[in-house]
């Protein structure tokens, strides 16, 4: 996720914020997805090692620290399509 991040504000530097739209919006995406999916992960290990009290006290401090905005990645997914469609290329590349 950071190095993800990292590349699409570099890339918005280097470029401009319009001309990066397509990298910004495919980085909030991927980085919306994965921090799912790492709530899931970390949620079952979390389940593996502890029980009672403790179980719901680290739950709730996992529920604290991935506390995010919702964010519409069908709208953001349609934007990365169509900047492809529109390039009629691999919009990420340094062309």
Known sequence: MESCLRRAQKSAAARGDESAGAMV???RAFIYDAMDRVEKQTRTAVAAV???DMLRIQLAA???FTKREAVD???IRRRVAAA???GERYPF???
Request: glycine share 12%; proline share 0%; hydrophobic share 50%.
């Open 25 to 27: 919006d495919a980085a």
């Open 50 to 52: 502890a029980e009672g």
């Open 62 to 64: 996992l529920k604290r």
């Open 73 to 75: 990645t069908i709208a």
């Open 84 to 86: 492809v469609l529109a």
């Open 93 to 95: 590349e340094g062309r």
